[in-house]
């Protein structure tokens, strides 16, 4: 299957400076995307999704960015909180349904 | 509104045993998809379900099956246990069964094979 890769596993930011978790997927024709987050103990919670049809969304303090290009997607979150502190990862959809690939992940502490 | 219920929340099980993990989807929501997490893999689409009928199949063995009721819970199942399924398995649920749906996750089977 394809695969969703993300550049780094760990990103440590200082509580209020902004965070930025980067994601690459190799297929081209995937169309969907969402950023799921993922705290110890608990299921992914879902932050934003994004079609293939746009560049940017905006949530509250989330912005995600999709590059058709590079094949690269980020997700930016404002204003880093302590309860920011996951998992963090990627999916990606293309046309099969309800079956997304994940990303490997990427840890975000945020150190008050 | 409820949110994805799984149970139980945990399971020990020895080799050779079978299991089986239950899943409700939010009200209203008629595809459930199970998925596998471990640390090595990270998570893993096993199957997904719509109308009591599997839709997509991951690449896992057949020891790994699934079903959905006419009241869209759904059950999955497997059997000759190995230490290597020992993972947390998750059941998602989305209102309909096309692409570019949002899956909102439980909160997880954690099993233990020993």
């Known amino acids: 299957g394809e695969s969703v890769g993300l550049h780094l596993p760990t990103l440590s930011v200082q509580e209020g400076d902004n965070s930025i978790i980067n994601c690459a997927y190799s297929n081209s024709a995937s169309d969907y995307f969402i950023w799921y987050k993922q705290e110890s103990g608990k299921g992914p919670q879902f932050i934003i999704d994004i079609r293939s049809n746009m560049d940017k969304r905006q949530g509250q303090r989330v912005t995600v960015l999709l590059n058709k290009t590079v094949k690269h997607l980020s997700l930016q979150i404002a204003a880093t909180q302590p309860g920011d502190s996951a998992v963090y990862f990627c999916?990606?959809?293309?046309?099969?349904?309800?079956?997304?690939?994940f990303g490997t992940g990427t840890s975000l502490t945020v150190i008050p | 509104k409820a949110g994805v219920t799984q149970t139980p929340r945990y399971l020990i099980k020895t080799r050779g045993q079978q299991v089986t993990l239950s899943c409700s989807p939010i009200s209203g929501h008629r595809s459930v998809s199970w998925y596998q997490q471990t640390p090595g893999q990270g998570l893993q689409f096993l199957f997904e379900?719509?109308?009591?009928?599997?839709?997509n199949k991951g690449n896992f063995p057949g020891r790994f099956s699934g079903r959905q009721f006419s009241n869209s819970r759904s059950e999955m199942n497997v059997s000759t246990l190995e230490l290597g399924d020992s993972a947390l398995y998750l059941c998602a649920s989305s209102p309909r069964a096309g692409f570019n749906e949002k899956l909102f996750f439980g909160s997880g089977t954690q099993l233990s094979v020993l």
């Open positions: 379900y719509f109308s009591e009928t599997q839709r």
């Open positions: 999916a990606e959809n293309i046309f099969t349904g309800n079956q997304f690939y």
